[in-house]
């Protein structure tokens, strides 16, 4: 089993940062992928950013030059630094981590979601 813990959010005016924590924990042979997505009410779920185990990123169009994905492969986490935070940005954000388990099988494992909240 593995399991993510998602920490940092809460609520921030608008212009302020947070930087959002996943760490994953469990039966881990390696990570290739972990990323993060993000839900606001009434609106599908969207991939914020990704990270590879190569440190290759990719970042939807609207948080480019604000959000920053980085990893520490040694912890298996993962982070979310969101500076400029817009209202727009207020949703609950997931992490999800592509993990090759102990076990010798690959398995896609979600966290359990924290809500982050910009004020304007």
């Known amino acids: 089993q593995v399991q993510l813990v998602e920490s940092g959010g809460g609520l921030v005016q608008a212009g302020g940062s947070l930087r959002l924590s996943c760490a994953a924990s469990?039966?881990?042979?390696?990570?290739?992928?972990m990323a993060w997505y993000r839900q606001a009410p009434g609106k599908e779920r969207e991939l914020v950013a990704g990270i590879v185990d190569g440190g290759g990123t990719k970042y939807v169009d609207s948080v480019k030059g604000r959000f920053t994905i980085s990893r520490d492969n040694r912890k298996n986490t993962v982070y979310l630094q969101m500076n400029s935070l817009k209202p727009e940005d207020t949703a609950a954000y997931y992490c999800?981590?592509?993990?090759?388990?102990?076990?010798?099988?690959?398995?896609?494992?979600w966290g359990q979601g924290i809500q982050v909240t910009v004020s304007s």
């Open positions: 999800d981590a592509t993990v090759f388990t102990a076990s010798y099988s690959f398995g896609d494992y």
């Open positions: 469990g039966s881990i042979f390696s990570i290739n992928r």
